[in-house]
């Protein structure tokens, strides 16, 4: 809904509604005036809208995107209840009174309960692209606000009903938008990935044989990083460069014979300890 005009829109929609959906009299009609305007009509159903008031639950709204325009954002729409007065007129029966009133207020009354959300094809011409739902809800009748409504008219009191319809939104002018901060053009998804393949220890060989032998540290993605290797807490290599998958290194001639922890540490990315068996002295 955009323009003022969508309160009077709305009281166009509910006379629409009930006159393709009540069974009225051939001379029967739906009116919008205040009770104590006159009408040729003697069979009618009249609407009064008593009473505007701003909806609560949706007062305080953020500005939001324009539709149609992914740039441009607006302030909230002015969101409003109304408030109906539903009165039924017709001619007395001289035996049963009033009776012929009451049976279209009753009339009335049911198509608003079997359609509490109107219908589209009931808006008024401008009217079929509000975004909102038009939903009509009785209200618990309250005889003090009743009252008041009908002292306010110079004609007796009649039998009438109260409605509630909501909800109704009137959007600012256009002078209130204002331009969007500038967004980024692509979106996508970053591409997560490790930054490197970790190196992986696999083995050493021999696994055993005199001191002072040579042995080969095998693993993989190695090249490129910086291998420490001690020996019972003893370093035998010390920040070395390697260039390969596989690496060599002496063991110290003067270990006696026994098992040796070889702890093997690859830019302090991967850590692996080793055990060889020294089988001799070297002489």
């Known amino acids: 809904m955009s323009t003022a005009s969508a309160i009077g829109m709305v009281s166009e929609t509910l006379r629409n509604l009930l006159l393709g959906k009540m069974d009225l009299p051939q001379d029967g009609d739906v009116t919008v005036l205040a009770p104590d305007e006159s009408s040729n009509k003697k069979c009618r159903i009249n609407l009064f809208l008593y009473k505007v008031q701003e909806n609560p639950a949706l007062k305080n709204m953020d500005w939001q995107v324009k539709p149609g325009s ?21 001619q007395n029966d001289q035996e049963t009174g009033n009776s012929p009133a009451h ?22 011409e401008g009217f079929e ?6 939903k009509i809800m009785l209200n618990t009748l309250d005889l003090e606000e009743l009252s008041k409504i009908w002292a306010t008219f110079s004609i007796p009191f009649r039998l009438s009903a109260l409605y509630e319809v909501s909800v109704v939104q009137l959007d600012m002018l256009s002078e209130r938008e204002r331009e969007m901060a500038r967004r980024v053009e692509k979106i996508g998804y970053p591409e997560v990935r490790a930054p490197y393949d970790p190196p992986v220890l696999k083995s050493i060989e021999p696994i055993n044989g005199p001191a002072g032998s040579d042995i080969t540290i ?36 003067d270990l006696l014979p026994g098992f040796y922890e070889i702890r093997v540490d690859i830019s302090h990315l991967c850590r692996r ?11």
């Open 70 to 90: 992914p740039s441009q954002l607006v302030p909230p729409p002015l969101s409003l209840n109304l408030f109906y007065l539903v009165t039924a007129y017709n």
């Open 129 to 134: 692209e509000s975004r909102e739902q038009i």
């Open 103 to 124: 049976k279209i207020l009753g009339e009335a009354m049911r198509v608003f309960y079997e359609y509490p959300i109107v219908p589209q094809d009931y808006f008024p």
């Open 273 to 283: 300890t080793f055990f060889f068996e020294v089988t001799t002295v070297t002489t």
């Open 218 to 253: 095998h693993g993989k993605n190695l090249a490129g990083w910086k291998a420490y290797v001690t020996i019972m807490g003893r370093k035998v290599m010390d920040a070395a460069d390697l260039f390969a998958d596989s690496f060599q290194l002496t063991l110290p001639a």
